[in-house]
């Protein structure tokens, strides 16, 4: 397998699994939603940011780890699984603070002190949280690096695939809720959104939590 035909075949199954709805979906969407395009787009940096962690530690082999000790996969999948749980649960409670302002009505306090740099880091935790993206990497990246390719570099070049395929559609996935803004921008929908993906993101954790390796 050339180079060229390792990066392609690579940005192939990649691609497929990007387009697969999940974690990182439903925390863009949250985002792009209720607190807006710029927090969005820091959240899927966040996220981006998760996996180009995950899959240079693949490549230097330090999440091997996730794979030969029972314990380091258990400790971190049950962090995980807390954080999304803690995640989820966050929005279920703004939802039901938001209700004591009247029916309708949306408490803006809590989008306001939302950061960029907040939405970063809660991209990027939900998915260095998650021991299934380092299996993933593990499972996935030895199959596309040519014996004669310089590993670590091959390596890098395959993540920064998949980080490239993870930016360009969670700005699909942004643009898309902007072009229909004055149908996300009620209130209603707003809350409807803020407690589906709540929802979500607690069913996330715990399956992660009740998952075995």
Known sequence: MSVWTA???FAVVAGFLTLVPGLDTALVLRSAIVRGTRTAFATALGVGSGLLVWG???TCGLS???TTSQWAYTVLRIAGAIYLIWLG?????ALLRSGDLGAGQVDDRAVASDSVLRAWARGATSNLLNPKVGV???AMLPQFIPPHAPHLLMGTALTLIHFVEGVLW???LI???RFTKSWFDRPSVKRGMEGLTGSVLVVLGLKLALDTP
């Open 170 to 172: 969670s700005t699909v």
């Open 56 to 58: 240079i530690a693949t």
């Open 64 to 66: 091997v780890l996730l």
């Open 89 to 93: 649960l966050t929005s279920l409670v």
């Open 175 to 177: 643009c898309g809720v």
């Open 136 to 138: 993933f990497y593990i």
């Open 7 to 9: 990066l392609v075949s």
